[in-house]
C-alpha cells in the first residue's frame, strides 16, 4: 500500500508560480506511475499530468501543457507539480495519485491540497 499527502498549495496571484509536493510512504514508491488531478468547484476532476515510474516519461493535459512541470525524486519517495503563469482557471483542488504496474487505474490518492489563483 501507498499513503499520499500533497503540501505546496495556497494562494497566488494570476502569473505567479506554486510548487506542490506529494509525499509517497512506503518501499514501493518507485514501482508507481504517478499523476496529478484536480478538482475545481462544481467541476468533474479532471487529469493534470502523469509521470512514469522511472520519471522518463511525461504527459500532461493541454490545458497546462508549457506552463506546468511534473518531476519525481524515487530516493525521497517524493512527487512534484512546478506550476507557472498561473491562471483563475487553475483554482482547484489537486490531488496526487499512484497506480500500480499492473492497473490501469489509479489506486491510491491523496487528501489534496487547495490552490487558489486570484485575477
Known amino acids: 500500500q501507498v499513503q499520499l499527502v500533497e503540501s505546496g498549495g495556497g494562494l497566488v496571484q494570476a502569473g505567479g508560480s506554486l510548487r506542490l509536493s506529494c509525499a509517497a510512504s512506503g518501499r514501493t514508491f518507485s514501482r508507481y506511475a504517478m499523476g496529478w488531478f484536480r478538482q475545481a468547484p462544481g467541476k468533474e476532476r479532471e487529469f493534470v499530468s502523469a509521470?512514469?515510474?522511472?520519471?522518463?516519461?511525461?504527459r500532461y493535459a493541454d490545458p497546462v501543457k508549457g506552463r506546468f512541470t511534473i518531476s519525481r525524486d524515487n530516493a525521497k519517495n517524493e512527487m512534484y507539480l512546478q506550476m507557472n503563469s498561473l491562471k483563475p482557471e487553475d483554482t482547484a483542488v489537486y490531488y496526487c495519485?499512484?497506480?500500480?504496474?499492473?492497473?490501469?487505474?489509479?489506486?491510491?490518492w491523496g487528501q489534496g491540497t487547495q490552490v487558489t489563483v486570484s485575477s
Open positions: 509521470i512514469s515510474s522511472s520519471g522518463g516519461f511525461t
Open positions: 495519485a499512484g497506480r500500480s504496474s499492473d492497473s490501469v487505474a489509479y489506486d491510491y
